[in-house]
């Protein structure tokens, strides 16, 4: 997390931004942790900064936005399948208390109450329950010896 010079904890969200004039890129956008990316982009400020793939930093203006989306090549990185070790992202031996640190990593960064906070919509919060139903599922697996 970083702190703003407003003195407000953020998270980093990547963010495809295509502007009215039909160009789109791919960056980094501050969101205030307990906030949504649309509270962002309806604050107070006409510029919204964005920190770029090569690390450099644009600000846009805000009223040159057309659409703000999570890209999709975000959504397909992670692991879709079942095998437990694999869902849960620790290796095959791992002692119970690291499954329990992995476990409670993933339900904070999935949990569907969390997406919705987000306000991403309804497809988003389906992937999340569908998330943690697997994540759950791997973890007793994992902890009754699996």
Same mark, same amino acid.
């Given at each position: 997390m970083k702190q703003s010079t407003r003195t407000q904890a953020t998270r980093t969200s990547l963010v495809e931004i295509v502007l009215t004039d039909g160009n789109s890129l791919l960056g980094k956008i501050h969101v205030p942790v307990q906030g949504r990316i649309s509270d962002t982009l309806n604050d107070e400020r006409a510029f919204i900064p964005v920190?770029? /793939?090569?690390?450099?930093? $644009?600000a846009i203006a805000k009223q040159a936005i057309k659409k $703000?989306?999570?890209p999709a090549a975000a959504v397909q990185k992670?692991?879709?399948?079942t095998e437990p070790h694999r869902v849960l992202g620790v &290796?095959?031996?791992a002692s119970p208390d690291e499954i329990k640190r992995a476990y409670h990593k993933l339900c904070n960064k999935n949990h569907p109450d &969390?997406? &919705? /906070?987000l306000d991403?919509?309804?497809d988003f919060e389906d992937l999340a329950t569908q998330n943690m139903m697997r994540i759950n599922v791997a973890y007793a697996d994992?902890? &009754?010896?699996g």
């Open positions: 920190e770029m /793939a090569d690390g450099s930093h $644009v $703000v989306t999570l992670s692991y879709q399948g &290796r095959e031996g &969390r997406i &919705r /906070a991403l919509g309804p994992l902890m &009754r010896g």
